[in-house]
């Protein structure tokens, strides 16, 4: 079994074309039982604020959805 903290990326093939017909990659996080939704949301939003500094400044970076 995988600590709670682990990650993981699939990359399914034929699914990185954005609607403008830019190349994508969508990432989805899925919390696991027991942990509470808002924590989490605001987690990986602040770890995002970290990242995307450190991205080429061509790269565009939005969220789409969010259930919390």
Avoid: H
């Amino acid at each position: 079994e995988e600590p709670r903290t682990a990650s993981r990326l699939w990359i399914k093939e034929g699914s990185g074309i954005a609607d403008d017909g830019k190349t994508a990659v969508s990432l989805i996080v899925q919390k696991q039982p027991g942990v509470n939704t808002v924590e989490l949301v605001d987690d990986v939003k602040a770890r995002l604020a970290e990242i995307i500094p450190t991205l080429p400044s061509d790269l565009d970076m939005e969220v789409i959805r969010d259930q919390s």
